[in-house]
């Protein structure tokens, strides 16, 4: 089945420990975003890569970092300058921009701090 | 700055009433606008998309939204509400169409009685 896993479903951070969430497509997108939802604040833009080896920050880029080596995979870093990192992370896909199409998300990380 | 509003957090229906969620964005022309559904804990679902043409437009699971430039809205309708609708919706728009960075609402959350 064609689509967008994330990985692991839950996660749990220490105090000054950078932790790594996994986000693979099989779809064959050239696009993708990480967002972080907050309880009552919708989706936040954190990067987004429309090809490999190459990315841009979003709104609330602080405290995190990306790579995209592979175009199925788009790893997001959670760094310990990151200080509030409590939250529900989704990762999405889209074909090539300027297109009209649509992201499709994956289901999502809960990371949890200790 | 360009920004999206649902101005209804918590909406509450009778399963079998009719609903509608509103959605009003502010931008000087037309963006690409969408409805997203999620369930708890899980990502986003597409319920249907506007690009241009005809401004109602229908989406999967019965609901339809209808583009009003004139009001700025995008608002969200179905009418006859099952209780498998609970959920939170998500309304969202894209302003840039080369990079399809997507700005979104707060969400409303809807409740369904039987």
């Known amino acids: 089945d064609g689509g967008i896993t994330q990985s692991p479903k839950y996660l749990f951070r220490k105090e000054g420990q950078n932790v790594t969430l996994s986000c693979e497509q099989n779809?064959?997108?050239?696009?993708m975003y990480w967002y972080r939802q907050d309880p009552g604040q919708g989706l936040r833009l954190i990067y987004y890569?429309?090809?490999?080896?190459?990315?841009q920050k979003g709104d609330i880029a602080e405290g995190y970092s990306v790579s995209r080596e592979k175009k199925e995979s788009f790893p997001l870093t959670v760094t310990s300058a990151q200080k509030n990192p409590t939250a529900f992370y989704l990762c999405?896909?889209?074909?090539?921009?300027?297109?009209?199409?649509?992201?499709?998300f994956g289901p999502g990380t809960r990371l949890l701090v200790l | 700055a360009q920004s999206v509003t649902q101005p209804d957090i918590h909406i509450t229906v009778s399963e079998g009433a009719s609903l509608e969620l509103r959605c009003n964005y502010s931008?000087?022309?037309?963006?690409?606008l969408f409805w997203y559904v999620q369930s708890p804990g899980q990502g986003l679902q597409l319920l249907l998309k506007?690009?241009?043409?005809?401004?109602l437009v229908q989406g999967i699971k019965g609901f339809e939204a209808e583009f009003k430039r004139s009001q700025s809205s995008f608002n969200l309708r179905k009418p006859s509400v099952h209780w498998s609708d609970a959920a939170e919706y998500f309304c969202?728009?894209?302003?840039?169409?080369?990079?399809?960075?997507?700005?979104f609402g707060t969400g409303t959350r809807l409740q369904v009685f039987p």
């Open positions: 506007y690009f241009s043409g005809d401004t």
């Open positions: 999405a896909s889209r074909p090539l921009a300027g297109e009209q199409e649509t992201q499709y």
């Open positions: 969202a728009v894209d302003l840039d169409y080369n990079t399809d960075k997507l700005i």
């Open positions: 779809l064959n997108h050239d696009a």
């Open positions: 931008y000087g022309a037309t963006p690409y």
């Open positions: 890569s429309q090809i490999v080896n190459d990315f």
